[in-house]
């Protein structure tokens, strides 16, 4: 899987990947539940096992023989979406360039800069659209027939089984979806009149909502990999040695592929080579704010994985996603005090400017994860899902309802193509609330960490060290946070978030 998300135009890694996703891996599932029978067999009731034997009895209950074809037929489709996606480029002033390498221009001080970036990127996508919908057609008709062969009335129930979310329902999805309606739209629609009249715009317009206030020319944290790599390096040697060596070990082993280029397919991830207890970084850095973002939050998975690799059963170094994502979204904001020289990447102005575009850029992602899973919920559970028009449609409409302040008149293929790009759409079905729910426990940390730093990073490390052994509230409890999914409990983090990008602006 690394090696094809690395180079999706090699066919020989295209067909290994497919082998292993389509062949093995469906097959291996298959075994996993034979094997978590014998073990519940066993009738085992230690303590630090109850939350893994629980999934293992939830895994069995929700397994059917006829679904792991259905699950090989996924595989190819998700390996055929990498490879279109990965393959999209755009002609840029008579080169060649990826969506990814658009973004620098999308901070361009140049207004039609900016748009021409854009329009690029969207029609990169709005020309796909009829192969993606297609694709999509046949994954949703896929997974639909998988969560009725495991006796499931549709896919989101199947999915909170499968994935086992054990402690928040869909209906406190909905819940948060309607807190963060309540109170972060609002916040981001102040970031956006606050933006549009500093540009001296008369409506913003969306190739406006990235260019940096704060500095005359956008940062460029770094020219070239080693120029990402070595702040980082510092970055964690300042928060705590042992982050510092371990994030040295990957550098030194080679275990990150950070730069964006042809052929590589889009987005980041981490992923933990098992078999030698050590993690992968697989992002696009093209030289912007957001990378080193990016660096850090995989970095968080990272040193999710050290500290839990110590867990004696492989199945409790494992935590579910929500506090995976606990793990990276801390990460970069524990990082933010030390972006700056000598031991970041930014000048005083530009570390200013950088991390009031990470707070920005957190209100704005709360929005747009609400919408996100929000139209996932609306997929799978309205019974229109299999209708390509009525899902652009619906997409447009939840769209409204989480982003405001921005001006998409005569951009309704634009505002369309935006869901096609999201890739856990296709790849990781109702995977994303989990950013969601980690954001504002990542943010509750920051607020303790302003008082107590080493206190804070001291009980975040040892939440990270229990892998799964507990559930999930135990962790964040761990670490010094609680699940929110009201208004009111959001309400204080996003007051205390517009508070700092307001110092921050002097």
């Not at 389509?22 to 066993?42: C, D, G, N, T, Y």
């Not at 935590?319 to 930014?346: D, I, N």
Request: aromatic share 10%.
């Amino acid at each position: 899987m690394v090696a094809y998300t690395c180079d999706t135009t090699d066919p020989a890694k295209e067909q290994e990947n497919l082998r292993w996703s389509a062949e093995i891996f469906p097959r291996a599932a298959e075994l996993q539940v034979l094997l978590a029978k014998r073990l519940l067999s066993l009738g085992l009731t230690r303590s630090d096992l109850e939350t893994v034997l629980r999934g293992m009895r939830t895994d069995i209950e929700i397994f059917r023989e006829e679904n792991v074809p259905l699950f090989t037929q996924l595989e190819e489709l998700v390996s055929e979406y990498q490879k279109i996606t990965g393959g999209l480029e755009v002609d840029w002033d008579g080169e060649r360039k990826t969506i990814p390498q658009l973004a620098p221009f999308m901070k361009s001080r140049d207004r039609a800069v900016r748009e021409r970036a854009f329009r690029a990127q969207c029609a990169a996508y709005v020309e796909q659209r009829d192969a993606l919908s297609a694709m999509f057609d046949r994954m949703y008709g896929l997974r639909d027939q998988i969560a009725r062969n495991s006796a499931f009335n549709n896919f989101v129930d199947y999915c909170f089984a499968a994935k086992h979310r054990f402690d928040y329902t869909p209906d406190e999805c909905r819940q948060f979806h309607r807190a963060v309606e309540e109170t972060v739209a609002p916040a981001v629609a102040r970031l956006m009149e606050y933006r549009r009249k500093r540009l001296g715009v008369p409506t913003l317009r969306p190739w406006d909502t990235a260019v940096v206030l704060e500095t005359e020319t956008a940062p460029v944290p770094f020219q070239d990999t080693e120029g990402l790599v070595e702040p980082a390096n510092q970055i964690f040697n300042a928060l705590d040695p042992q982050l510092g060596a371990q994030f040295e070990l990957m550098a030194r082993e080679k275990l990150l592929d950070l730069e964006s280029r042809p052929g590589k397919a889009p987005g980041g991830y981490c992923v933990k080579f098992s078999h030698r207890g050590v993690p992968f970084i697989f992002m696009n850095a093209v030289g912007v704010p957001e990378d080193v973002n990016t660096l850090l939050h995989e970095a968080g998975h990272c040193f999710h994985d050290f500290a839990a690799h110590p867990q004696p059963f492989i199945w409790q170094r494992t935590s579910g996603h929500e506090a995976a994502e606990l793990a990276s979204m801390s990460m970069e904001l524990f990082g933010l005090k030390h972006l700056g020289q000598p031991t970041g990447y930014y000048t005083p102005s530009e570390r200013n400017a950088a991390e009031i575009e990470q707070f920005e850029d957190i209100l704005q992602s709360l929005a747009h994860i609400a919408s996100v899973d929000a139209f996932q919920l609306w997929l799978y559970t309205s019974g229109k899902g299999s209708d390509a028009e009525a899902r652009d449609r619906e997409w447009v409409a939840i769209r409204t309802r989480f982003e405001r302040g921005i001006d998409w008149s005569d951009l309704e293929r634009e505002r369309v193509s935006r869901w096609y790009r999201q890739l856990h759409i296709f790849e990781y079905p109702l995977y994303y609330i989990e950013y969601g729910i980690a954001q504002i426990g990542a943010l509750q940390l920051w607020r303790d960490s302003l008082r107590e730093p080493a206190e804070t990073l001291r009980r975040y490390r040892q939440a990270l060290a229990l892998g799964g052994t507990r559930p999930l509230p135990e962790i964040y409890r761990a670490a010094g946070a609680r699940l929110v999914f009201d208004a009111e409990g959001m309400r204080d983090l996003v007051n205390l978030v517009e508070q700092r990008i307001v110092e921050l602006r002097g």
